[in-house]
């Protein structure tokens, strides 16, 4: 299992420019869900989705969309990148048995916006 | 949301024990206490979880009050590997999908010396 990847590792984007970050996962993991980073700080939920086709808002949703149309794969897009938004993100998933579910992070992609 | 209050950072040799501890004043009957650590430029990984009852897993032990107002991860015997940032996190149903999301804090940052 590949578990939890991302993609780009990196991005540079300029003010107003739109991108979609990646995130799958091949463990068939019903939950899944996209956090931020910033520097010293926690992470914050930003969306998250129960499974495909059912997404909701976290912590800081705005300016970021989301949509689940496979199990595997939920990007993340930034709709008019601000400088605001530079972060790492994060995208994680977890099983739903029970409720006691270990989440699974991936590594990370690291965004800058100027 | 009940919130988690832990120290900003701690020491410890290499090859002692560490108790890294957790207060979580707010919890209520059906929180359960989770705790990750992020590595160096890692996403965060799982560490353990508990409800009442302390727990014992292949990293770590995680000892819970009986009146469960906080709790205490200990790793029994520290590695330079083990510097991380530790988050004591309570487990928030989201009532609508019966499913969770995790509300990080800043966590504790562990240093390690040789």
């Known amino acids: 299992n590949a578990g939890v990847t991302q993609t780009p590792k990196f991005q540079v984007l300029k003010t107003g420019q739109s991108m979609t970050l990646q995130c799958a996962q091949d463990?068939?993991?019903?939950?899944m869900s996209w956090y931020r980073q910033d520097p010293g700080m926690g992470l914050r939920l930003i969306h998250y989705s129960v499974g495909a086709g059912i997404t909701d808002q976290g912590e800081v949703p705005n300016g970021y969309n989301v949509s689940r149309s496979t199990t595997e794969d939920f990007p993340l897009r930034l709709l008019s990148a601000a400088p605001s938004q530079t972060s790492v993100y994060f995208c994680?998933?977890?099983?739903?048995?029970?409720?006691?579910?270990?989440?699974?992070f991936g590594p990370g992609t690291r965004l800058t916006v100027l | 949301d009940a919130k988690t209050t832990q120290p900003n950072s701690m020491e410890s040799n290499e090859e002692e024990p560490v108790h890294l501890p957790c207060n979580h004043s707010?919890?209520?009957?059906?929180?359960?206490i989770h705790w990750y650590r992020q590595l160096p430029s890692q996403g965060p990984e799982y560490v353990i979880h508990g409800l009442t009852s302390n727990v014992n897993n292949r990293m770590a032990s995680l000892a819970i009050a009986e009146d469960r107002k906080s709790s205490t991860l200990i790793l029994h015997r520290a590695t330079l590997r083990d510097a991380a940032v530790y988050y004591c996190?309570?487990?928030?149903?989201?009532?609508?999908?019966?499913?969770?999301?995790?509300?990080f804090g800043t966590g504790t940052r562990l240093t390690i010396i040789p």
């Open positions: 994680a998933s977890s099983y739903r048995v029970g409720g006691i579910n270990e989440q699974f």
């Open positions: 996190i309570l487990r928030v149903w989201v009532s609508n999908f019966g499913n969770e999301k995790l509300t």
């Open positions: 707010t919890i209520s009957g059906t929180d359960y």
């Open positions: 463990m068939n993991h019903e939950y």
